[in-house]
């Protein structure tokens, strides 16, 4: 068996050049008066300064870590979609956008994209079809984040089983794209954004698709739940006890034809807990590098996101391993797997 | 050494008479018309009524599981602080109260109370008091749940560290009494009830407690976080690595001297995980039996819920089994432990 490609599905633009905040913040300061500016093509950020920010961090450590190719997204806690309003989203989503097209041109061996949608309270999600089309046919993105609290910790739009979604998941079916399941920032201050509104959407996610028949609805779905699935592995028992009480059928048969696990769970025993429980064939590699926790785990002497060590440590055998780092996100991304067959992988 | 007594630290009245939900059902119907009732003194509950719903169920168990003694309050999703306003909420937590109260007189080998507070949403958490200490000095409770979101999945009160919170810890402090952090029923869509709110609220306490100094305010305070933590230990490494970031000591000095959990994981993987990542002089005991996940796990064929198997089978010594029975306990609930001396325990 070959070796497999290591492809990280988890990586955001965490390291953009300082130029694309400032543009934001000059967009936040006048959300009540945009035609104040400022336009998308203030921004200015040359390919030297894209290059610079990937080299210097996402790119080194990929390097330093042997990872091959990262499924690459603009910056999850950034989107902010309660910010402003559907314009406000749509501009900051585009702009954003575009900087993870360009790094996938500056890179193609070790980037492709990911968009974020431009989402907005209350709007419907079919608003976000155009960019959502734009990203997948002009950029070559494979897949997308899905927000599915765009208020920010408020909870407001209804669950991803609801039809509210569905003009959306037409869409990613025509495409063949998948989603992963990812909320941005929190601005509820019961809720530290990465430490709890992460995890718990990443829960609530799974919980929705559980208790409702959406996969019914669309077989070829596909939801990729970051954060090693929130609390759900480690409650696997309880939530195949609910699903049992609610006469669903087994969870392998129910959703994980079109529920994955990626594995950014930060230490050794989490990924075990995950590779025992969760079947191989539903776990994708990733480590949200560079991403919440960055330092060094005293411990191991290792980085907390470097993930890689714990499939490499894990007590598994070479085959599943390959799935894991390879297969199944072939499997998940068709439009990945097309490009790297493309290109003789 | 001994056989530890089987404290059962999470238990809840989920098996009430009919008499009690139909009380409440009026209480409701008549949120805006209190004085058509229904009065307290209208809810008649027999001893004889009392003894069969008990040990038809929770007792039956106890004896078929052989555990010894359960901390018993009242049903966690009835609480529904977030109906009505304070007064409803304070009538409802007296008569629940007292009904556990006379399960522990009936009962006092097998079960001793812990108090649902009067919370409503936006009401001061000083207006608990009166309950918190009427439930401890007549009633001999132990311990109390405290509801981090009583408005039932919309998350409006400030987060645990915040100053709001602290006339009911500086009470807490003064009787010697831990809180189990539990939420009740989701009135939020987006979040099932017992898959998601809460294990969510679960993870959102802990980290309400990790990015504040609470515990440098009170350091004797004790809270119980109960569903083994929800997301907690399987993201131990992130919570660490989150704490690092932050500046905060090593989470065993900044939170494991007030923070524990329970066990309430309903399959072995999980039960590992928790025993082998958190200390054990942090882990107690429990079940939520009879809960939110009553059937037969096909996997097993025993009670997804009886988690006296997983700790009975866990890779830990005699020892430490004996501390997350009885000993953890026992330090966490000072209050039962003077009880348990005093019978000769």
Known sequence: MRKPLIIDCHGHYTTAPAALEEWRKRQIANLNTPALGPKPSELRISDDELRESIEANQLRLMRARGSDLTIFSPRASFMAHHIGDLETSKTWAAICNELCYRVSQLFPDHFIGAAMLPQSPGADPATSIPELERCVREYGMVGINLNPDPSGGHWTSPPLSDRHWYPLYEKMVELDIPAMVHVSTSCNPCFH???????????????????????????????????????????????????????????????????????????????????????????????????????????????????????????????????????NARHVYPRLDALLTRKGF
């Open 193 to 327: 954004t990465t430490g709890a509104h992460y995890l718990n959407a990443d829960t609530t996610a799974f919980m929705q698709c559980l208790t409702s028949d959406l996969f019914k609805d669309f077989p070829t779905l596909k939801f990729l739940i970051p954060h090693g699935g929130g609390a759900v592995p480690y409650h696997w028992g309880r939530f195949r006890g609910l699903a049992q009480e609610m006469k669903k059928p087994p969870l392998s048969e129910h959703l994980l034809n079109n529920i994955f696990f990626d594995t950014c769970v930060y230490h050794q025993p989490g990924i075990d807990l995950l590779t025992n429980v969760i079947p191989v064939k539903n776990v994708l590699f990733a480590s949200e590098m560079i991403g919440a926790v960055r330092g060094i785990d005293p411990e191991t002497g290792h980085y907390y996101d470097d993930t890689r060590r714990y499939i490499e440590a894990a007590d598994i055998g070479d085959e599943d391993r390959f799935r894991i780092f390879e297969g």
